[in-house]
């Protein structure tokens, strides 16, 4: 054969070669996909990326907190803290329950004996009725937080009123439980939309005095940092049960706080032990309902 010839035929082979490798890669089933690791930002029930420091030395426990949850629709429309005779806080978890870091924070509040308050979607109490039923025998807290998180005030009467009674009832077939609260999504529900919520369902806006914007994910010693430098008496804080991050920072949050003489309640007993007694400390004093940080603050 001649020299060019050859060189013609390594080449159509060498060709042709790469060709039917295209065309085996390019036509794998379904049933045999190729390997590949989660995309970056998905959210799945098994990304567990964060893990929980090991707590040094002996745990602090809450003392028992055997006050009433009883109050009134007279109690208040709104509120962003509440104005008590003691050293009394609220922490209250947004968003869930989630499958795996639901059940992480309630260990941490269990061994610590706090009782939080959940401000629960319908679409996650259906998926994870166990884990809401976990939460009512622990003795914490439920709350509405809508169904599938929206933003409340720019919906109609009807649309709001769908998404708090779905929530309700997903809570009530799965618990039993009538809850009396309501955390709107962002933050985001008017004056009008609260005075309606409140005679309607008996369900007062509860905000909060405390936002580590955790859900920015800045990192477990950032949202640690910023709780308890912005917990005062009365307040309530903010923080959301869908976060890795937040659930890592819980330890040494729920630590720092109890060492500094803070009493965990919940948000119904802090609202059952208001006080008219103005709050001492400026610092402390309520932020006007609907203020635009709080407007801006994400789920």
């Known amino acids: 054969m001649r020299p060019e010839l050859s060189r013609h035929m390594k080449r159509f082979c060498s060709t042709l070669a790469l060709a039917l490798l295209g065309v085996s890669l390019g036509s794998c089933s379904p049933a045999a996909p190729l390997a590949m690791g989660p995309a970056s930002g998905v959210k799945t029930t098994t990304n567990t990326n964060y893990r929980t420091p090991p707590v040094k030395g002996a ?22 803290r509440v104005p008590v005779a003691g050293p009394y806080i609220a922490i209250t978890f947004d968003d869930g329950p989630h499958a795996t870091f639901t059940p992480r924070l309630l260990d941490m509040l269990r061994e610590r004996n706090i009782k939080a308050t959940f401000f629960v979607c319908g679409n996650n109490c259906e998926l994870y009725p166990n884990i809401l039923r976990r939460i009512v025998a622990e003795g914490h807290e439920l709350g509405n937080h809508s169904y599938n998180h929206p933003v409340l005030a720019k919906m109609s009467e009807e649309q709001v009123r769908s998404q708090l009674s779905r929530t309700h009832q997903a809570v009530l077939n799965a618990t039993g439980v009538n809850m009396h609260l309501l955390r709107p999504p962002y933050g985001a529900f008017t004056p009008a939309q609260r005075e309606w919520a409140l005679r309607e369902f008996g369900y007062p806006t509860i905000l909060w005095s405390v936002d580590p914007l955790d859900w920015k994910k800045p990192g477990s010693s950032v949202i640690t940092s910023r709780i308890t430098s912005q917990t005062t008496q009365g307040g309530i804080i903010l923080a959301h049960d869908i976060h890795g991050q937040t659930i890592d920072a819980m330890p040494a949050t729920l630590d720092a706080l109890l060492r500094k003489g803070y009493r965990f309640v919940t948000v119904s007993q802090l609202i059952a032990m208001k006080t008219q007694a103005a709050p001492q400390n400026p610092a402390a004093a309520p932020a006007a309902p609907g203020a635009p940080a709080q407007a801006a603050t994400a789920p």
């Open 59 to 80: 745990v602090p426990r809450n003392p028992d907190a055997p006050f009433s949850n009883q109050f009134g629709q007279g109690a208040g429309v709104t509120f962003t």
